[in-house]
Structure formats: C-alpha cells, structure tokens
C-alpha cells in the first residue's frame, strides 16, 4: 500500500513541474491565462520580441509564430512567452 502511495505522490509531482506558473504579488499567473491577463498583472513589457521558425522564415499565414516579453522584477528579468494570445512558458533569471 505504501508503495502506491509513494508512486500517486510522484505523478502528481511530475504534473506540477508540466504546468510553471509565476507568482506577480498576491496573484499567480499560469500556463494558458491570456496575454491581457499577463499585462494586466505585469503592465506592458519592457522589451518584446517575435519568434521566428528556426530558420528564420515566417510561417505563410501568421506574422509571428509567438512574442516573448520580458520584465524586470526584483533584480531578476522575467521572460513570457506569448503564442496565440496565450501565455505558454515562463522563465526568470537573475540580472
């Protein structure tokens, strides 16, 4: 029974790591809230970039596969990743 119990505890650990989350104040932005909920609880980026195929090329129908927008927070910057108008990603490092 005890062995269940230790696997059932690893999968929903593997399933909290699958979904980042960023926490803004009181507030926790997740994996799939909308780009105007992100700049609603972060303003506008300082800086934005668009994501481009690995080749450089743009797909034929979008101008942008993505943005990513990058905020300075607490001597870290915090960079989202926007595809579709909706968050997908979150990465912070130190400044």
């Not at 195929?53 to 905020?71: A, F, I, K, M, T």
């Amino acid at each position: 029974m005890r062995r269940y119990v230790v696997i059932a505890l690893l999968l929903i650990s593997v399933a909290a790591q699958a979904m980042p989350t960023l926490r803004v104040g009181d507030k926790v932005l997740s994996v799939g809230d909308s780009a105007a909920r992100v700049q609603e609880l972060l303003g506008p980026p300082a800086v934005r970039t668009y994501l481009h195929r690995q080749d450089g090329s743009l797909p034929n129908d979008q101008v942008s596969q993505g943005e990513q927008w990058q905020y300075v927070q607490e001597g870290k910057t915090v960079t989202v990743t926007i595809v579709d108008g909706k968050a997908t990603d979150f990465q912070s490092q130190p400044n």
